[in-house]
């Protein structure tokens, strides 16, 4: 088999990993219905057990085999996908994906991607696939190839690769639960444009809604300051805007937010390689997309969120 996308699909229905290029960051992808392919992610993660997976779908009419989509859901769904915002809804028992891809939940978390090589992959395996950021645990997710490949190549059969991460964070993630719609992490589909389609979101309250959201979390092996622009010698400031900063370091030399969410998991990692006594994160916005980019700040120094 030459054709990449059909082998990383007969790779899928072996249960083997792959790593798989999304918009967002680079995946571990496994067959969602296969308790001991998604068991092997969790392994070669080392993600703890209670974190649970998405599910990767190809389109809504797929997403609609799994999860159980009202109203606010399907236009959520028609609104942002493919694209990088994923719904959590009650799940349709015992179809697509496994117990221990939902961490027992009685819901399950869906997407479909916006980079066409997933949609392709997925398409051609026939069924769900999860695919959390191909990382270590807690580590940065990768947003390269190169990064993906370095952090967990040596668990995939298949490794495709879709060139950098055109959005570079996870994605935005919503429960539409008991007719509640609550952001449970930020990503680049916006509070504003989520409210813009379905109201106001409700607060979230629960953490029980919101399993995998640890404290420390993207976070490289050099501690991590945010909000400064001070330095010491032997610390690497990664900069945003004009003049702040070696612009070789800055996050985006512009201020633009897109930019810098792009490259932020990069970044984090190349001042990382340097072994700097800290990398020191200048202040962003926080409004937008900011939001999103902060939360992953806070989250790589190890601010509770
Ligand atoms: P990722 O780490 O990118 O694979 O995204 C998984 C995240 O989605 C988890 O850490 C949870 O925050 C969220 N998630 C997935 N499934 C559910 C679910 N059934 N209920 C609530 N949150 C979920
Ligand atoms: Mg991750």
Known sequence: MSDPTARAAAALAAGELIILPTETVYGLGADAANAQAVA????????????????????????DRIAVLDAAARRLAARFWP??????????????VCDLARAGLDSVAVRVPGHATAR???????????????????????????????????????????????????????SVLDGRIALLRPGAVTRVELEAVVGRLSEVGDGRRSPGRVALHYAPDAPVRIETTQTAPGEILLGFGPGVGD???????????????????????EADRERPSAIVVAPVPKDGLGEAVFDRLRRAAGHVG
């Open 40 to 63: 092997k992610v969790f392994e070669a993660k080392g993600r703890p057990r209670f974190n649970p997976l998405i599910a990767h779908v190809a389109d809504a009419a797929q997403a």
């Open 83 to 96: 694209g990088p915002l994923t719904i959590v809804a009650p799940a349709r028992e015992g179809v697509g």
């Open 120 to 174: 392709a992959v997925i398409a051609a395996f026939g069924g769900a696939v999860v695919a959390p950021s191909a990382n270590r645990s807690g580590r940065p997710s990768p947003t390269t190839f190169a990064d993906a490949v370095e952090e967990t190549g040596h668990a995939v059969a298949e490794a495709l690769d879709g060139g950098p991460c055109a959005v570079g964070l996870e994605s935005t993630v919503v």
């Open 247 to 269: 612009p070789r370091w800055s996050l985006s030399p512009s201020g633009d937010l897109r930019e810098a969410a792009a490259n932020l998991f990069r970044l984090l990692r």
